[in-house]
Every structure is written in C-alpha cells, then in structure tokens.
Nanobody, 124 residues
Framework: QVQLVESGGGLVQAGGSLRLSCTAS????????MGWFRRAPGKEREFVAG????????YVADSVKGRFTISRDNAKNTVYLQMNSLKSEDAAVYYC?????????????????WGQGTQVTVSS
C-alpha cells in the first residue's frame, strides 16, 4: 500500500520560512514525478510546484515563484517544498502527490496517490 506522509507545516510569521517534507512508502517514487498542491478555505485546490522523476526539471506556480523551491531526494524517497518569505495568502493545507508518470502536470488527475495534508498558517 502506497502512503505519502507530509510533515513540516505549522504556524509562522509573515516573512518567515518553512520546509515541508513528503516521504513515500510502498512505492519507489524515483520512477514518478511529484507535486505539491494547496487548498485554502473557500478556494480551489491549487498546483504549487512539481518535480520530474530525477529532479532535473521543476516548476513553481507564478504565485510562489522566487519564494518556493521544490526538490527531491530519491535515496530517501522524499520530496521537499522550501517556502520562504511566506505571506498570509500562502496559508492553506498543503498536499503532496505522486504522479502516474515521470513528468509532472498541474492537473490533479495526473496524480494517483496523495498525502493527508499539512496545515500552514501564516500570521501577520
């Protein structure tokens, strides 16, 4: 059974940083792209960042460009989302997801396994 477990969320002041981690079990995620999504209250789920199977290709949404970085350590079966200069609008539940293929997509249907989510709260 595949499980994705996120960690690293919490409460941070605006301008601060957090690093989210997502560790997979039951699947060798090095064969697949990974993505981070978020959902804020009353808003649609948003694709935040993606990384291909090797880590050689990454994408971050315009809303977080220059502040967030996605990376992966295949030896640890783990994907990271480094979040700097956090803003109040970044507050959301963040989910990691494992894709069906080696390359990422912004479409949630591209991903077949999801974590339970980790809450990020930003205080002003």
């Amino acid at each position: 059974q595949v499980q994705l477990v996120e960690s690293g969320g919490g409460l941070v002041q605006a301008g601060g940083s957090l690093r989210l981690s997502c560790t997979a079990s039951g699947r060798t995620v090095s064969n697949y792209a990974m993505g981070w999504f978020r959902r804020a209250p009353g808003k649609e789920r948003e694709f935040v960042a993606g990384v291909n199977w090797s880590g050689g290709s990454t994408y971050v949404a315009d809303s977080v460009k220059g502040r967030f970085t996605i990376s992966r350590d295949n030896a640890k079966n783990t994907v990271y989302l480094q979040m700097n200069s956090l803003k109040s609008e970044d507050a959301a539940v963040y989910y990691c997801a494992s894709a069906r293929a080696p390359y990422y997509s912004s479409s949630s249907s591209w991903y077949d396994y999801w974590g339970q989510g980790t809450q990020v709260t930003v205080s002003s």
